[in-house]
């Protein structure tokens, strides 16, 4: 751990330290230092969470990151050289903004009175910091190389941190469990959350947001399970925060959305996703890939709900080099399909009248994994909608996505990897 410059001249002695004993300090507070205590958990007892929004309040553009909550005012990161904004949510008034000392603020999180931590993603650093007269000043840190911070909660006894890890192999994701003083006691790795982005404090739990899949999950911190999850309302989800009441959040470009949680959750609507090909995890047959035939896998479903109209799939790799690469976009199945066989036509208008997509590659339907190096992980996401998609062949990811919004009654995945 470092000391900033203007401390007490008790202090003193800390700054002519060698630095071999002062590297010997800084390691206890190393995120990668931390042995692997857990991974987290989807529960058996995981359900879809029902929320009302209840209104927004506008927020100038700028690349919005986390959110904390003093009591009165919520604060917003705003990434690289942005400052932090205070804002009244009631009134929708901006107090005077921090200067921040991260070069890319990702959160900030009150410990207590005028004290703060803040992770500042590109320097790969957990600062602790005063303010005073609307500015940080850091008071020490520790290094979380060689991964990158992004959201933080201090819930007054442990403060959480979830951190990016990035190679040439993909993304790791992991949920640092640390003490007051930035030493990591436990390290969750996060595998069922694509993209992981921020965090809150409800008393009990934690909320973690994805800013790669439009979904907010609830983690119990005792069990580290995911128990629920519920659709954000907000592109690109990124801050999240809860006032005592309501959860708050926002988007890289969003506005600040005030939510509610609607006491009473409905029965979880899980869609059990499955292939005669690979189990969950498993490593894809070759003949499914560009390194064999590059045909679909065979596909099966259950838990469609009976009010279902019509079902979307999408299969993508989130570990892709350059960011996520589509492999196939499917929609207007038949609410009563049961799957895909093998091989299906690469052309835009099915036999059943399920309409293909543009992939990544520019082709309607399914291309299979090519990945450069390493080992990538392919997931194919179904989908159940309340209504049939007006949206004519060759739509991407994106469109159907936005089509979906407001219609998805229930959805599951499964999970494959390839390596080259």
Not at 272 to 286: N, R
Request: glycine share 8%; with cysteine; proline share 6%.
């Amino acid at each position: 751990m470092k000391t900033s410059p203007g401390m007490p001249k008790d202090r003193i002695s800390l700054r002519i330290l060698t630095p071999v004993l002062a590297v010997l300090m800084m390691f206890p507070a190393l995120g990668f230092s931390a042995p692997l205590s857990d991974t987290l958990k989807k529960s058996k007892s995981y359900k879809i969470i029902s929320v009302k929004v209840l209104g927004a309040v506008k927020l100038p553009k700028w690349y919005h990151e986390g959110l904390s909550f003093d009591g009165k005012n919520i604060w917003i990161s705003n990434g690289k050289n942005g400052k932090v904004w205070i804002v009244d949510p009631e009134t929708g008034d901006f107090g005077p903004s921090i200067e921040s000392i991260s070069v890319f603020t990702e959160a900030v999180t009150n410990i207590s009175g005028d004290l703060f931590f803040v992770t500042d993603w590109e320097e790969k650093k957990l600062y602790e910091a005063k303010i005073a007269n609307n500015r940080m000043e850091v008071l020490s840190w520790a290094s979380l190389r060689p991964a990158h911070p992004a959201g933080a909660v201090w819930n007054g006894d442990r403060l959480f941190v979830i951190t990016w890890t990035r190679s040439l192999t993909g993304t790791k994701f992991d949920l640092l469990d640390l003490t007051r003083r930035m030493k990591v006691s436990g390290k969750i790795s996060i595998k069922n959350i694509q993209e992981p982005a921020h965090l809150a404090w409800d008393g009990e739990n934690l909320w973690i947001t994805s800013w790669y899949d439009p979904l907010v999950y609830k983690v119990d911190i005792n069990e580290w399970e995911i128990i629920g999850a519920f659709r954000s309302p907000v592109e690109r989800t990124t801050g999240i925060v809860w006032d005592g009441e309501y959860l708050w959040l926002t988007g890289t470009y969003s506005d600040l959305y005030k939510l509610e949680i609607v006491k009473e959750e409905r029965a979880s609507m899980k869609i059990i996703v499955t292939s005669s090909a690979f189990k969950e995890g498993e490593m894809i047959p070759g003949k499914y890939t560009c390194d064999g035939e590059d045909m679909s896998p065979p596909l099966g479903w259950s838990g469609i709900p009976p009010e279902a109209k019509s079902i979307a799939m999408i299969s993508d790799d989130p570990d892709a080099p350059m960011g996520t690469w589509v492999h196939w976009v499917i929609y207007n199945m038949p609410s009563d399909l049961k799957g895909l066989p093998e091989n299906v036509p690469q052309k835009d208008t099915l036999e059943n009248g399920a309409i293909q997509g543009v992939n990544d590659s520019h082709q309607a339907g399914y291309g299979g994994p090519c990945p450069p190096s390493g080992v990538h992980r392919y997931y194919f996401k179904v989908y159940a909608l309340d209504t049939k998609l007006s949206m004519k062949p060759k739509a991407v990811k994106k469109d159907l996505e936005n089509a979906m919004k407001g219609h998805v009654l229930a959805e599951g995945q499964l999970m494959g990897r390839y390596k080259r």
